[in-house]
């Protein structure tokens, strides 16, 4: 059965550099990094210790407050620094990659196995890791059993990593991983696919299709849900992202934790902008100067995409969610009377001297400028616009602000993640962070109301 | 060294001192900051606040401009009208003259820049008391002020007003983006209340006829308003002098071709909010209409106090006063009015529905855009607040459906 979403709300941010469909095998990074901040609100408790030998699976730390979630390294080799910050609190660990890969060795699971068997499997191996539950946006909770799993094969991000190439010949492991993931909800596997994509997910069984089309944020799980099935209070429901369920699925079939992802290597900075086959945690240097930024650019390293991503030094890493990097000049210069000439060459949702609405198919070259200060929220209905969830953007964002439990619980919260706020972050003429401004709001309520 | 690094260093001399946000006003008038995002979208579209205001005003530049104009002619078309003439308006004829720029020019920029000059001081003693950046929302207000009192207004008066409605209005409430009224209809009210000899009535509207009153060379201040309250009207002006705005009145609401004019600048670059001003036309033309109908009805007669505008066309009551100025800009303002689009719709229908009410029932002062305004945005919260309900009480139905 198949049903259509279409989103009217929302827009297209059209970028320099969209990923040119060619896959390099990128240089073998030495080390890998795991940072515990790519997991929001876990304790890690270390297992680890520098100098330590670990497999590929191997558990570096698990989550203090539930000790079944556990963390893999996604390499194999030898532990040389563990990075802390203030309080001691861990920052990062790196893993100096052995020139052979051993694996840990967790043993194929049957297509029969039980729901219990592959919710353990899932968890001593590190896999639980990709599964995240809303509300709150967080790494799912086990014990819970949610009332449908959400998966969303259609990127409509700008420069995202087109899903149809990067999951091409993966339908064996797409397959064992919905299958697996099924079994764990009383409910259904909703996977979205674009509305004209060929996507490898398409014809998979056990699951309930939906083609998507219109505006970003027509890809994100979050509008998907909204529209599918919007989550009410007291209910959990579960997202993975596509590429996730390749890793989940090769771990089923072979018994082993292979971080290995296909990732996107765009941006305007990048001279040949291509698809990279690398692994979580890699440095970031082994891809962006083969043929990618200048030495001594003055650009900006976002592991994610130009909206949600992380931005990270050239020594950084691939975060353990992402699919793409992104490379985008930094845009720390001033502009002449730049508030009031007419713009020609930046991305505007008005038509206030601002001639993007001419230029639909035009693909823009954006730095990192706020192109203005922040200010408090002044304009109204402009985020409406590009918001297509059912929930009032402006109300809760200020709900948030002024952290009214019941009024963020009645204007919908359970129902957001951060990304979802992306786009109206993106346009907010006050330039207010509301990807912050939300995640402050879940942690909130998660910490009140658990 | 170029102006631009120039200024950086200055910028980075003042970083952390108090006067660093009077100094970054100037800085980022000449330059957009060099601000680079952090955390969130890395990316930003290329709208902010400064554009944003900016568009209004010059979408308000036309009506200052004719209001000059107007200033100048309404001035010599009085004095003409004591000694017994009549003039036709012309635009080229007789409208725009050295003559009538120059009274008009004199009357109206010094009220421009006492709005200006005083209300910017406001703000910048505020923002280096609280230390934020000095907001833009006066950018707008300064400009909206002149255009919406008489031509003769005291200056000091006006800087009164302005230091009221700057003060009260806006920054005790945390500044703009926090207030509850509309500042440039706080300014107005201030002055209404306080000064009222010089805010309404039939002496106030055109330049010097204050100081003539009594004297041999006495000329008429009269607003067209003000006649219909008293059933009569003004001699030799038609339809069409109405809605080009060669009529007395507030310096800068006359004309409503150019009002229509900035409503098509608001609408098309999305900064105002058409739904509102939508609204707002189609409420007073339903009060019109009711009122109509009383007269039609006979209900009452023509002895009554409210015959005279009540028996006014109801289409005819957009093209007088101040009620499209009212609803293009004033209305419009986003941060006091409704914040959700279907209030946004009940908000705009209430104010032209008020607005007519109290222009035909209050015949000391026919002009109540600028009071149905200011009590629609005190209900603004009311009205957004069950627009949101509608939203809560959906989401507390799915509930129960899965759980019956």
């Known amino acids: 059965m198949s049903n259509d979403i279409k989103i009217s709300k929302g827009l297209d941010i059209k970028l320099v550099g969209q990923a040119e469909k060619k896959t390099d095998t990128a240089i073998i990074s030495n080390f890998y990094t795991v940072r515990p901040e790519d997991f929001h609100l876990v304790t890690p408790k270390l297992v680890v210790k520098v100098g330590n030998k670990v497999k590929a699976g191997s558990t570096l730390f698990y989550n203090k407050e539930n000790e079944s979630v556990k963390f893999a390294s996604p390499v194999s080799g030898e532990v040389v620094e563990i990075e802390r910050g203030e309080k001691r609190r861990v920052l990062a660990i790196k893993i100096k990659a052995d020139k052979t890969q051993e694996f840990e060795e967790f ?29 709150y946006d967080v790494i799912a909770n086990p014990e819970v059993q949610p009332k449908s799993i959400f998966v969303s094969a259609y990127a409509s991000a700008p420069l995202a990593a087109d899903l149809d190439y990067t999951l091409a010949g993966k339908e064996e492991e797409l397959q064992a991983a919905v299958s697996a993931l099924a079994k764990l909800t009383a409910g259904k596997v909703h996977v979205s696919v674009g509305k004209n994509s060929n996507s490898p997910l398409s014809n998979l069984s056990d699951i309930t299709l939906h083609k998507v089309s219109g505006p970003h944020p027509s890809g ?10 919007p989550i009410n209070k007291g209910e959990t429901v579960w997202t993975v992202s596509a590429q996730d369920l390749v890793i989940i699925g090769e771990l089923l079939l072979t018994g082993k934790f292979n971080a290995e992802r296909i990732i996107a290597f765009a941006g305007s900075s990048v001279k040949s902008p291509r698809y990279f086959k690398t692994k979580i945690g890699a440095e970031v240097s082994t891809m962006v100067y083969d043929n990618g930024v200048e030495q001594d650019g003055n650009d900006r390293i976002i592991s994610g995409n130009v909206l949600s991503g992380k931005q990270v ?23 002449f009377f730049g508030w009031n000439k007419p713009i020609f060459n930046k991305i505007s949702t008005s038509r206030a001297l601002t001639f993007s609405w001419l230029m639909p198919n035009k693909k823009f070259d954006l730095n990192t400028n706020t192109n203005g200060e922040h200010r408090a929220f002044v304009t109204t209905g402009n985020y409406e616009e590009v918001f297509p969830l059912d929930i009032f953007p402006l109300q809760i964002l200020k709900a948030c602000k002024y952290q009214d439990l019941d009024e963020m619980e009645a204007l919908g919260m359970y129902e957001v993640a951060p990304e979802d706020f992306a786009l109206t972050e993106f346009i907010c003429v006050s330039k207010q962070p509301h990807q912050n401004i939300i995640r402050e709001g879940l942690d909130l309520m998660y910490k009140e109301i658990g | 060294m170029g102006l631009k690094s120039n200024l950086h260093n200055l910028k980075l001399k003042y970083q952390g001192t108090k006067m660093a946000p009077a100094f970054n006003a100037i800085h980022t008038f000449l330059y957009l900051p060099n601000e680079t995002t952090h955390g969130g979208t890395h990316i930003k579209a290329a709208d902010d606040l400064k554009r944003t205001m900016n568009i209004v005003i010059m979408a308000l530049v036309p009506c200052l401009l004719f209001g000059i104009f107007n200033a100048g002619y309404q001035h010599y078309a009085a004095i003409d009208a004591a000694k017994g003439v009549i003039r036709e308006a012309s635009l080229f004829g007789n409208f725009i003259t050295w003559d009538n720029f120059i009274v008009g020019a004199w009357t109206v920029l010094p009220l421009v820049i006492v709005s200006y000059g005083v209300g910017l001081i406001v703000e910048f003693i505020f923002a280096i008391i609280k230390g934020h950046e000095v907001e833009e929302g006066y950018l707008v207000t300064g400009m909206l002020v002149p255009l919406i009192v008489p031509v003769d207004i005291p200056l000091w008066m006006l800087a009164v007003a302005v230091i009221f409605g700057v003060v009260i209005g806006k920054e005790v409430f945390g500044g703009t983006g926090m207030n509850i009224l509309n500042p440039a209809l706080t300014i107005r009210a201030f002055l209404f209340f306080a000064y009222p000899t010089w805010m309404s009535g039939d002496k106030v509207w055109v330049h010097e006829a204050v100081e003539r009153a009594g004297t041999a060379d006495a000329i008429s201040g009269e607003t067209l308003l003000g006649a219909y309250a008293q059933n009569s009207s003004l001699a030799g002006i038609d339809y069409m002098d109405m809605f080009f705005g060669f009529i007395p009145g507030s310096v800068g609401e006359t004309s409503k071709l150019l009002i229509i004019l900035g409503a098509a600048i608001l609408i098309f670059t999305k900064v105002g909010s058409w739904r509102i001003i939508v609204s707002t036309l189609i409420g007073a033309l339903a009060m019109g209409l009711i009122f109509n109908g009383v007269v039609d009805a006979g209900w009452i007669g023509e002895s009554s106090k409210f015959y005279g505008l009540m028996n006014v066309p109801f289409w005819q009551h957009l093209i007088i006063g101040s009620i499209l100025f009212g609803a293009v800009y004033m209305a ?8 959700t689009n279907k209030g946004k719709w009940i908000y705009g229908f209430l104010i032209g529905f008020i607005s007519i009410m109290i222009r035909v029932f209050n015949p000391a002062y026919p002009e109540g855009v600028f009071l149905a305004i200011l009590l629609m945005n005190v209900f603004a919260p009311t009205i957004d607040h069950y627009v949101v309900q509608g939203n809560v009480k959906k989401r507390m139905k799915r509930l129960k459906v899965k759980t019956a």
Not at chain 1, 107 to 122: H, Y
């Open chain 1, 313 to 335: 030094k050239p020594d950084g890493c691939l975060d353990y969610y992402s699919n793409i990097i992104t490379v985008i000049p930094e845009g720390d210069d001033y502009e």
């Open chain 2, 332 to 339: 419009t303002d986003p941060v006091s009015a409704s914040q």
């Open chain 1, 107 to 135: 043993g194929a699971l049957a297509a029969s196995a039980d729901a219990d068997a592959v919710k353990s499997r899932l968890l001593e191996s590190g896999a639980w890791a990709f599964v995240k539950q809303r509300p």
């Open chain 1, 220 to 229: 994100n799980v979050g509008t998907q849900i909204n529209k599918i099935d």
